[in-house]
Nanobody, 115 residues
Framework: QVQLVESGGGLVQPGGSLRLSCAAS????????MGWYRQAPGKQRELVAH???????NYADSVKGRFTISRDNAKNTVYLQMSSLKPEDTAVYYC?????????WGQGTQVTVSS
């Protein structure tokens, strides 16, 4: 059974920063590839970034150079540091395995970028 709890979202002005956290209850977290996803209103959920067990990372083109994914295996936690935020980054952000496990989606955390 997988449980994922996201936190750290909020309202931020354009150009601001936020750090999201995802606490994972999952066996052998350290060997899992984890991802951050987001879903904007009226749009499909999309992959934002993922990180392998060896900390190899990959980003969507829309966030490259602005977002950083990281993980702390001792805490079973994956992070998403977001900088230079834009209004188009507004979405509910979720973490999941990569590829995503459909039964593992959590509640997500809302990120709103607005002045």
């Amino acid at each position: 059974q997988v449980q994922l709890v996201e936190s750290g979202g909020g309202l931020v002005q354009p150009g601001g920063s936020l750090r999201l956290s995802c606490a994972a209850s999952i066996s052998i977290f350290s060997i899992r590839t984890m991802g951050w996803y987001r879903q904007a209103p009226g749009k499909q959920r999309e992959l934002v970034a993922h990180i392998t067990s060896r900390r190899i990372v990959n980003y969507a083109d829309s966030v490259k150079g602005r977002f950083t994914i990281s993980r702390d295996n001792a805490k079973n936690t994956v992070y998403l540091q977001m900088s230079s935020l834009k209004p188009e980054d507004t979405a509910v952000y979720y973490c999941n395995l990569y590829p995503a496990l459909e039964t593992a989606w959590g509640q997500g955390t809302q990120v709103t970028v607005s002045s």
